[in-house]
């Protein structure tokens, strides 16, 4: 006896076959490295980054039944290691870790070869954003690493796009205040 043949899939002429939902391992496969760039540039660094991103990806795999119906599940992930880093930064602030400046880690450092402009301008830029509040950090690496709008930014923060403009409009003014009292010094 056997069995009969599996049910053909009618499909009628001008109609579309229902697209395949995604699969996690192709969604995250398409969207790991701009996560790591993203993670990497809200913590100023790069282990610290993919720490970040590498407990957020578990999370997501865990419901990405409901993720993938979102809009965007990629700006979903991008709030997810936003809120992760935010809530990361408390846990290791609450630790006995105590930071050293970076004065200090370069004193002990052995002498390196002269290193080219661009990347004393990147370090440069790496300080001055880790000292701005996390918020007004966020905005910047949204924005200016990743190229999102303030929809989008106002979308992954889960703030109002007002906001996004302010903050952003304050962390520039910071930045700009620090250059000026650099060149005077």
Known sequence: MTSPPPAARVVHPGTALPEEPESFEVFAHR????LLRYGTALAGDRHVGADVVQDVMVRAHERWGRIRRADRPDLYLKRMVTNEHLSWR???HTRSVVPTDDVVLHARAAPAPDAADQLADRDDLRRRLAELPRRQRAVLVLRFYEGLDDAEIAQVLGVA????????SRALAALRREATTEEER
């Open 90 to 92: 408390r846990r290791w």
């Open 161 to 168: 796009p007002g906001t996004v403009r302010s903050s952003a």
């Open 31 to 34: 969207v790991l490295p701009d």
